[in-house]
Every structure is written in C-alpha cells, then in structure tokens.
C-alpha cells in the first residue's frame, strides 16, 4: 500500500493571502500541534528580513520532531544558505525551490525566458542539494503551461537533485477528472517522475479541490499540500479522513491520526479565528477536557504535566520544567488553579527562546508620598546584575531598572495588563512590545501580581531581542 503524506501549508498561505495574522506564537502552537498529529512536513515562509524570520524558521525547526520542515528559498546563493543556516536545527529539512512555468507568470513575475528559467531552477536545486538530500521543486502553476515544456523542467530539476516535484493547480480551474488526466499525461512525458515524488496543490476556486486531490492520489501522486484552517486550498482534515476511509479502495494511506484530527483542526481553529484575542486558546476544549480540574500547591510535576498533555500540549523536557517551575509560583498564593489558569501558564512559561535573562528577585516601594522605586536582580547567563531606580509608579520604575541591568533603552511601543480569571485571588496577564532596530518584540507574563506579571513580559521581550543580537 502506497505511503501517501499531507503537507500542510497553513502558515504560507495565511502570509501569501494577508487574510489571517498569526503571531510568532500562535505559529509555534500551530506547528506542535501539526507534529503531534502525524503531518509530513510543516511548510513556513522562508526570509525576507533576515533577522526576524531567521529567528522564527529557527524556533520552529526546534520544535519539529516527527515532520519534516519545509522551507522555500529564492534562486540565488545568500538566500539558500541563509535559509539552511536557519532551518537546519530541524530533524528533517527539506528545501523548496518555486518557480512559476506558464508563458505569462513566467515573463511577468520570474522575468525569465523559457530556457533561462529551465537552467536556473536547475542551478538553485543543485546548490540547494549540496547541503541537504531533500530538496523539492515546486512548478506554482503547472496546470497553465504546456505539459512538454514542464516536462524539460522536470527533467532537469530531477538531475539536478529533487527529490519530490509539486505541481500546482493555481487557477482551480479543473474537475477531478481533468486533473487525474493531466496528472496520467505527465508521467507519460516525464518518466523520471516515477523516481521521485509527486506532490500536487489544488486551488478550491470551483470547490473541487479535495475531490482533485483524491484524483491525484489515484493517479500516482504521493503528496498532497492542504491546510488546517479554511483558505480556498484542499482541507487537511477531509482529505486526511477521505485517505483514511477508503484506503484499500485508494491503495494508498496516510499517517495522519485521523482519531485526533477533531480536537487539533479546534485548537487551530481558535489560534486563527478573528476573536481568538478574547479567550484562551482553548476555551470550550479546555473545559471538555479538563472539565472541574483543581490544582493545588501540593501536587507534583506529574500531575500537572498530566493535565498540560490533555490540555493538548506536549512540551520537552525544558518546557515542562519552566511550566512547572511557574505553576509552582502561581499555586504557592492560590488555593487552587484552574485549567483555564494553567492553559495561561503554560502559554507563556513554555515555547520561549533561550533566556539570556532570568529574574532572580525584585523590591518594590510605593507610596502617596515619595516615587516609587525597584531593585530589580536578574541573571545573565548565570551572572547576578543588580539594579534600583526610580519612576512614576512601580511598573516604570521596574522597567527602567531592567534598563539599567542591560545598559540599553529600549522603546515601549504597547503596554496592556488583564485579567486570566476571575475572583479575588485572579491571575494577571501583562503583554510589553518592545522596539529595537525599528522592529517589534512582543513579550508575556502571568501572575497574581500585576507588577511582577508585567516584569516578566519585559524580560520575555528582552529575551527574544537578545537572542536575536546573537544570533
């Protein structure tokens, strides 16, 4: 039975569109969840401004561990590289080399002529299997080019090193039927398909891409490019269950573990809806599964890694001690915590970047009559820096005593604080963006205390800019 693999592209296609915004932690949530479930790559944007995206592609492929990710690159040497220097943290890695193959794209938006654009999909694939054996080429819209000129590209690309070649259905214009037979007529003009992959993409213009997908699968593709959230492209969850109800009919099957599928395809659901600001991410979820659950200072790292996992993370090792090590904190002045409130501790103790700066203890005095004042320690790397300064109301002085540990000022670009929960013993979360080099870092914080809350979102941002200077 044929090996078939879903690649979902929800995060290339939220940013190709502009339709859907996703913060840098949203996209980790989506893709622990995407590898927990059985996926077959992960597809993310690749660079446009180095640093930033660097810094995202590199988190991310920290987190892959089942999946393989994969990453577009432009045809020259600076972008492939920067692009594997990035990525290369993953388990698997795969490099995707794009280029538009119709008359009319490929004049107007690769500026290339036919045979240009044969040598230099060949050249980028070639440098691009030089650092890693999975290299995929992507013809964004095959379906509107003529099948004996695609079938040079993919001549060449495949002597080149690729390893999987994706057609594409942009214009979505075609029925199940047409494109299983564009599919038949291009194994017979492209034998060499037979020794890779074939990967197809279907736009739903005509609300028939997951029926064209299932006709590709039939007709000899292996890997099928879908989203997990709606985006006019083939839907990862009905492809995924199609795959898993017919397959002896298919001959073919995914691993996708169809059994989780309702729960995941939730929780991404509520990371990409236009409210998802007003509630935790897994309101309504959460409460399914973890319905009446009380934590209490007295329970173990264990059981509250037990109810993390139901709440549907799965964290390493390092995570689970942060989370832990921060639940300890928040149950020491509660008498319970709820799994709304461990939903939040997790959301902002967990999925961090390397800290280069952890708070060790801060005092803070304020009154009616004098300014408030904060001795704020942190450690850098282990070193103790200490700090005391004075400002309007505890939260200023803080911060700028934060300042004065690092020796630099950094803009507030926004500033917010509320409430988790509910109740006198409620939890606070603060959210600080901060602005260095004239981009934006955003940095969390839970606690019972506003003050410190809004400490550790600071310290949160700083981490993510320090981090960023050093890499």
């Not at 995060?11 to 840098?24: Q, T």
């Not at 008359?103 to 938006?109: A, K, L, Q, R």
């Not at 264990?302 to 993370?313: C, D, I, P």
């Not at 020796?407 to 509910?422: M, N, P, R």
């Amino acid at each position: 039975m044929r090996a078939i693999r879903v690649s979902d592209i929800t995060m290339r296609e939220a940013a190709a569109s502009k339709a859907l915004s996703l913060s840098f932690k949203e996209k980790l949530e989506i893709v622990k969840i995407l590898d927990r479930i059985g996926v077959g790559s992960i597809e993310v944007e690749g660079i446009e401004s180095s640093k930033v995206d660097s810094l995202r592609i590199k988190s991310i492929a920290s987190l892959v561990k089942n999946s393989t990710l994969a990453v577009p690159v432009k045809m020259d040497d600076d972008s492939i590289q920067a692009v594997w220097n990035a990525a290369k943290g993953a388990k698997h890695v795969r490099l995707q080399v794009e280029a538009a193959v119709s008359p009319s794209c490929m004049e107007y938006i690769q500026r290339k002529k036919a045979d240009t654009l044969i040598a230099d999909a060949a050249e980028a694939v070639a440098k691009c299997a030089q650092l890693t054996d999975d290299v995929e080429f992507v013809a964004i819209d095959a379906t509107r080019t003529d099948v004996a000129y695609l079938a040079r590209v993919i001549d060449a690309v495949v002597a080149a090193g690729a390893k999987t070649v994706t057609v594409c259905d942009a214009a979505g214009s075609m029925l199940p039927e047409e494109f299983a037979q564009f599919i038949a007529d291009l194994y017979q003009a492209a034998p060499q398909l037979k020794d890779v992959d074939l990967g197809i993409s279907c736009c739903n213009n005509l609300n028939m891409a997951d029926a064209c997908a299932v006709a590709g699968v039939m007709a000899g593709a292996s890997i099928v490019k879908a989203t997990s959230y709606p985006m006019g492209v083939v839907a990862l969850d009905n492809v995924a269950r199609i795959l898993a109800a017919k397959a002896d009919a298919l001959g073919a099957q995914s691993k996708v573990r169809v059994t989780e599928l309702k729960r995941a395809m939730n929780q991404i659901s509520r990371l990409c809806c236009d409210d998802r600001s007003k509630a935790s991410l897994f309101t309504g979820a959460v409460s399914e599964a973890v319905e009446g659950v009380v934590l209490t200072a007295g329970d173990d790292q264990a059981t509250v890694m037990q109810y993390v996992e139901r709440l549907g993370y799965s964290l390493s090792d390092e995570d689970a001690e942060a989370v832990f090590e921060a639940f300890k904190k928040i149950a020491a002045s509660k008498e319970r915590v709820s799994a709304t409130e461990l939903d939040a501790i997790v959301a902002s103790a967990a999925l961090q970047v390397p800290p280069t700066y952890t708070l060790d203890g801060y005092v803070i005095n304020s009154g009616l009559s004098f300014k408030a004042t904060s001795h704020i320690s942190l450690r850098k790397n282990g070193e103790l820096i200490e700090a005391v300064s004075l400002g309007d109301g505890p939260i200023d002085s803080s911060f700028k005593s934060i300042e004065s540990v690092v020796g630099k000022h950094y803009e507030l670009d926004d500033f917010s604080i509320q409430a988790v929960t509910e109740g006198r013993e409620a939890m606070g979360e603060s959210v600080v963006k901060l602005i260095a080099d004239g981009k934006v870092y955003s940095g969390r914080g839970i606690s019972t205390d506003i003050v410190e809350s809004s400490i550790r979102a600071y310290i949160n941002a700083l981490n993510k800019i320090a981090y960023e200077e050093q890499n």
